[in-house]
Structure formats: structure tokens, C-alpha cells
């Protein structure tokens, strides 16, 4: 069949039914986005290549569909590099579409010239350039499947003289794979441990959103051991959080609920998780990653097996099949020892844990210092970062899917929000990068239309995304909420300077003269302010409202005090000693 390779390269992409783009237009992939419009793929023309590959992230976790990233070559693709790599720890099937510098100029240090290929090595699962114009649609659909076979990003690399070639092809066949199930051995051997356990607990992890009816096999195989969940980190949508059995999430201000029952675990399930370590560091000064039980972790990727955690058994599978395979496993009397003990001492825990969270309404200083004491002493009437989250809760649809940034205030929010079913919560993951929170939430409406979302962003972060704001109130765009935390610095930098240096705030501060709603409003958008708690849970309510019913969006700064949790890193952090000694008159004027 004879067509032009970009032609080829769409029809490719319309096998695959990938129809939503991210990026911003250049000349060297304008032969395929002339062709977008009437292939029925839409391309979202965003104010920078970073915060399209987060929407594209947040597009393909919400809706469970792939979708691309793609812009000029060189600086533009340069910029994808947070973005790709955020969405390879967030196990997110991407397509990144690399257009590269004429095959005829590479290596003469031409125009936007860039060795894209090592740039993202390490970024993604797969990636092949095209090295003959006839094998286009050949590479795409392998990178495709790849990129869906390893949940994670996977690039083609396609120089740009390769477009507008007339070839003769025929197009590729898709090849999908039935997913692992686990080995019989290892499902048996699992099977006996949990059925003998006095005190099973299960860990839900990103595999078991990932899996079709994780979620359900995962709720099945709890209730017939009456064993807790916990989720991971920044998984809080592993496990329905109105469960009785739902411990909430480990990790950084997760749930203390979680951590005391998981201490007590003899068997630990890691269903569908890397058992990353954010996950199981100590929290609230527990130490409560179980040092005798034994560990049965399950994951798609064998490489990820036993790399973090010593592990009893590991099980290559599906997050679904897996759990399915172990129910069908267990003996008669599995779970039956210590059963009705183990639920009453689930629901006290969690009982205690949710009264004294909902009475937390401010931050603990450590011993020695005194920073939360004088930024609550500093604004008296505002709110703190817990007061804003209660504030918030009051507010959130149970149906809503809503996205964080990374940074103290939103890791602050951590244990609050629950959910009844996955791709709900969208957040930065491992990578960490700050400006997620409102590309993801807007990627994440651009897939679910009939669903509220809301973002959640500290202000030091969102001033690297803020400006999407120029971009997004166009008419095609769907309207979305966003809440920035505004308290003029950054503050997970700013509590390790009050722990290990001293109050020594190098690049902490930020401009006080700067309003994010005064942005938002001069963009065309909403933007509101919110002061105390009455005024954000009325403000959020309003948004949504808007949101939904009026397709408006609205930024919502919600004012609150200065008061900083506890640092991401206790682990990694040591008060500095000085030896030499440092000082001024050392500077030598440079010669020039």
C-alpha cells in the first residue's frame, strides 16, 4: 500500500487509537500535526513542553489511555526531560515522539541540534530510532506495545527528512500479551504463608490501580483474611477508603493508623508495589517497617523484586491475577486465627488515629527550635496548612480526582484524602518534581470530562507552572479548579534550614507582591483569594460548581501561615561541621 511516511505514522497511531497530543508546535513535526485535525487526534498546544508531558501524564493516569508528547526538535524536546522521567516512576504508558535534526546536518552542529537519544536514556522503558523512512510505522507500533507492555514511557526518535517520503508498506500488526499470573510454585508457597499468618497485612501499590480489578481482587482477598490495607505513598486510590479494613498510606505524613498495624504484621502482602522507599521510612518517629515478618512482594517488573526490602517470596504478575491466584489458594482456614481480635484492633487504631487527626491543627517543632512557634505567632488569624486541608475535605466531591505538587504543604495533605475507586489521585511520585500539580489535573480533565478535579500546589511550585495559566482558558480547553498555598516561601527547603542550618534561609523566600488570583484574573480566568477556613471551603464549593455547571476555571490562593511539617528527608540530612571556616575576605575579584 502506498502512502507518505507521515501518513503512515498517524494511520499507526490511529491503530493504537492514540488521539490526544501534548506539546508545542514546531516546524520539524508539522508534516504529522497538519494531519492531527482529520485523523481525529487532537493536539494540545501548551506554554511549555514541560508542563505538556505532566498533562500527558495526568491524562493517561486518569483514563488508563496513552497518549503523546511531542514538540520541535532540540530545546523543545529538551524540556520533556522532567516530564518523562516523573512519568517513568509514575508507571505511566506514554508516547514520546522525538523529532530529530535532518539525518544529512547531524553531527555538523546544525540548528537545534541535540543527541536526543541519550538524553532519555534513563527516562524511559524503550526506545529505537527510525532508520529507514519505510520502517516508520514498523518502529511506532513496536515502541507502542513496548511502552505498554513496561507501563512507562517509551520514545521513537524519527529524523525529520524522513517525513513526506512516499513508501510502499503494509501496517504492522498489534501483538498484545497476556500479563504474568505468577509461577504455581511461588503462589503456593505465598498461599501457605498467608493462610498460617496470626497478623496478615496487605500493601496496595500503583500496580494494583495499574491492573483491571486490582482494586476488587485486592478487597476480596482482605476480607477473607480480615487483614489491613495500607497503600503506598501517594497511592491513597490503591483501596477504597471507606473500608473497614483501609489503613491509609504509609510513608511521609501518611496514616499512623497504617503504620502501627503494619508493625505488627508476621506476613506482609506487597501487592503490585516496588516497595519503593518513601514508602516505608519511619513516620511520626515510628519505626514501623516489620523486621521479622515475612515478605511476599508482588510486581510486573522481576528487576524490582527484593531491590529495597528482603523479601520471603517474590511473585512476577498481575497485580489481579495474582491475587486472585493466592484467594483460590489459601486453606480453609485461612485468616481464622486472631480474627476477631485483629478487626477490633483495626478499628480501634484507626478510630484513634482519625480523632487525633482531625484535632491536628498545627506543626511540632523539633527540640531546639522554635519556627512553627513564631510563624503561628507572626499571623495569629490565619490558617494553618492542616486547618486549610480540613477546610478542603468539607468541600471535595467523593467522586473528584484531584492531583498534588510536591512540596511541605501538599505533603502535609498526605493522610486526608481517600478515595472510592483508582485514578483518582494524581501526584508527583518518586521523581519529585515541583510544577505538576496543575498540568496533571488539567490532563486529567482532558480525559475525564464528567468528573470535578482539582489541583493542589504550594506557591513555590506553582510559580513553575504558573505559566500554563496563559494557556488553558482558551475556549477548546476544559474548565478545571486549582488551590495554590500561599505562604511566600519554600517550605520543605526552609524546615531543613531550620533543623540543620540554623535558620539560615538561603532561597527560601518568595515575592510577597506576587498574586497568583491576579495572574489567573488578568488571564481571562477566576481567581479568588480565601483567608480562613469558611471562606476556602466556600470558595472551593463555588469552583466546582463553576467547574462543572459553567465551564469556568478558578485559581483559589488560600492564605495560610508559615508552619512547616516535617522534612521529606530526615534520613539524608546531617547538621553541617565546620573545619577550614568560610568567610568573605577569601573572594578574589575576577579577571576579565
Known sequence: MKMTTEEAFVKTLQMHGIDNAFGIIGSAMMPISDIFPDAGITFWDCAHEGSAGMMADGFTRATGKMSMMIAQNGPGITNFVTAVKTAYWNHTPCLLVTPQAANKTIGQGGFQEMEQMNLFADCVAYQEEVRDPSRIAETLNRVIMQAKRASAPAQINVPRDFWTQVIDIELPEIVAFERPSGGEEAIAKAAALLSDAKFPVILNGAGVVLAKGGIEASKLLAERLSAPVCVGYQHNDAFPGGHPLFAGPLGYNGSKAGMELIAKADVVLALGTRLNPFSTLPGYGIDYWPKDAKIIQVDINPDRIGL???????????????????????????????????????????????????????????????????????????????????????????NAIISSDIGNNCAIGNAYPSFDEGRKYLAPGLFGPCGYGLPAIVGAKIGCRDVPVVGFAGDGAFGISVNE?????????????????????????????????????????????????????????????ARNMDELTAALNKAIDDQMNHGKTTLIEAMINQELGEPFRRDAMKKPVSVAGISKDDMRPQTV
Not at 477548546?476 to 517550605?491: H, I, K, L, M
Request: charged letters at 25%; one cysteine or more; aromatic letters at 8%.
Open 308 to 398: 529495597t526490602k528482603k523479601v520471603s517470596v517474590g511473585i512476577v504478575g498481575d497485580a489481579t491475577k495474582v491475587a486472585n491466584a493466592l484467594l483460590a489458594s489459601l486453606s480453609g482456614t485461612a485468616g481464622d486465627e486472631g480474627r476477631e481480635d485483629r478487626k477490633a484492633t483495626i478499628g480501634e487504631t484507626k478510630s484513634k488515629w482519625a480523632q487525633q487527626l482531625s484535632g491536628m491543627d498545627h506543626e511540632d517543632d523539633d527540640p531546639g527550635t522554635s519556627w512553627n512557634e513564631r510563624a503561628r505567632a507572626d499571623k495569629p488569624d490565619w490558617m494553618s496548612p492542616r486547618m486549610a486541608w480540613r477546610a478542603i475535605q468539607s468541600a471535595l466531591p467523593a
Open 469 to 529: 495559566l496563559t494557556a488553558i482558558g482558551r475556549g477548546e480547553w476544559p474548565a478545571v479548579t486549582q488551590v495554590v498555598f500561599r505562604n511566600y516561601q519554600w517550605g520543605a527547603e526552609k524546615r531543613n534550614s531550620t533543623l540543620w542550618f540554623d535558620d539560615n534561609f538561603v532561597g527560601t523566600e518568595l515575592d510577597e507582591d506576587v498574586s497568583y488570583a491576579g495572574i489567573a484574573q488578568s488571564c481571562g480566568l477566576q481567581g479568588v483569594i
